[in-house]
């Protein structure tokens, strides 16, 4: 099996070849190899093999073929991972503390990140504004 995907290889070097753009798709792709042809079991030299074609139709870079390899290795499955948001403003800040935010931007024209922290910080330690306990702690 190992040498029918070496001369596949070799056939197929100036084909292009369309990729589904769906990561569970491709993901799918690249565990049914893994699990079909046992690429744990395998020599280093078939595993090389294995490993260009997958890089050849997956469309993933070395790396971040190496990584998918490295996570089956662990999980024994791979399915993309839900992203957290980049960001859970709206988890610990209500729509309070926004307009609260809002005005002091524009009561201080919209000064840099770093000042408007200060100034948030001063509002609830120095002067007791108990309305700026949440916005103390705000990242810049």
Do not use: C
Request: aromatic residues 12%; proline residues 2%; positive net charge.
């Amino acid at each position: 099996m190992i040498e029918q995907i070496r001369e596949f290889l070799a056939g197929t070097a100036d084909v292009g070849f369309s990729l589904p753009t769906d990561k569970t798709v491709r993901y799918g792709f690249v565990s049914t190899v893994l699990k079909r042809h046992r690429y744990f079991e395998r020599t280093k030299g078939q595993r090389g093999v294995l490993f260009a074609y997958l890089l050849r139709l997956s469309g993933y870079t070395r790396q971040h073929l190496t990584k998918l390899i490295a996570r089956f290795r662990q999980e024994r499955s791979l399915a993309p991972r839900s992203r957290a948001s980049r960001t859970n403003f709206g988890y610990r800040y209500g729509a309070d503390d926004v307009m609260l935010l809002a005005e002091v931007d524009r009561l201080h024209d919209t000064l840099s990140g770093p000042a408007t922290k200060v100034i948030l910080m001063r509002a609830w330690q120095v002067f007791g504004d108990d309305r700026f306990i949440n916005l103390s702690g705000i990242s810049v």
